[in-house]
T-cell receptor, first 113, second 115 residues
Framework: AQTVTQSQPEMSVQEAETVTLSCTYD???????LFWYKQPPSRQMILVIR??????QNATENRFSVNFQKAAKSFSLKISDSQLGDAAMYFC??????????FGTGTSLTVIP | DTGVSQDPRHKITKRGQNVTFRCDPI?????LYWYRQTLGQGPEFLTY????????KSRLLSDRFSAERPKGSFSTLEIQRTEQGDSAMYLC?????????????FGPGTRLTVL
């Protein structure tokens, strides 16, 4: 079974600085998708960024980018120019070929003004 | 369309009672997912539908849990003979399906408390 590990329960960053959230996963599949979701306090989960495993190029969405290392099964999220609104729980997720999704335990990000 | 909606947002019940939750997906989405999320954890996959067909079901989904999606539109999740361990947030998500990475859009969740 696939597992997703987020080893940083909590992270903090100064406003306007850069922070990297870590995620590793375990799988025997070669074709899959990876996602980062953001869950603000008491609000619903929203997609931040996604990566197709067959693409070598790292995905980028404005201030958010990933470092996808397929051989190492690593999928980290970099947030540049951090803003107060980035404060949230961030979940890394894996989608298998069978279309099941597996989520990590999350990293709580605090942005310090 | 305003997104995925779930009803009720909160439910308090006594142990042993049955509860039913409803999810209305984004109208053109043919895939619908149910998750359970407990405090401090990520969502755990329960089941998903492609239109009206239930295609995958987690081993977490005991025989007390049943989900339906009649006519491929809204879905219901029923929990029979609730136990205190069922207390959690139940999340619904929908997606278009196809080859586009299947981006899920989540609803606000139903928080269940079993006394």
């Amino acid at each position: 079974a696939q597992t997703v590990t987020q080893s940083q329960p909590e992270m903090s960053v100064q406003e306007a600085e850069t922070v990297t959230l870590s995620c590793t996963y375990d799988t025997s599949e070669s074709d899959y998708y990876l996602f980062w979701y953001k869950q603000p306090p008491s609000r619903q989960m929203i997609l931040v960024i996604r990566q197709e495993a067959y693409k070598q190029q790292n995905a980028t969405e404005n201030r958010f980018s990933v470092n996808f290392q397929k051989a190492a099964k690593s999928f980290s999220l970099k947030i540049s120019d951090s803003q107060l609104g980035d404060a949230a729980m961030y979940f890394c997720a894996y989608r298998s070929t069978g279309n099941q999704f597996y989520f990590g335990t999350g990293t709580s990000l605090t942005v310090i003004p | 369309d305003t997104g995925v909606s779930q009803d009720p947002r909160h439910k308090i019940t006594k142990r042993g009672q049955n509860v039913t939750f409803r999810c209305d997906p984004i109208s053109e989405h043919n895939r619908l997912y149910w998750y359970r999320q407990t405090l401090g954890q990520g969502p755990e996959f329960l089941t998903y539908f492609q239109n009206e067909a239930q295609l995958e079901k987690s081993r977490l989904l005991s025989d007390r849990f049943s989900a339906e999606r009649p006519k491929g539109s809204f879905s219901t999740l029923e929990i029979q003979r609730t136990e205190q361990g069922d207390s959690a947030m139940y999340l619904c998500a929908s997606s278009l399906g196809g080859l586009a990475g299947d981006t899920q859009y989540f609803g606000p969740g139903t928080r269940l408390t079993v006394l």
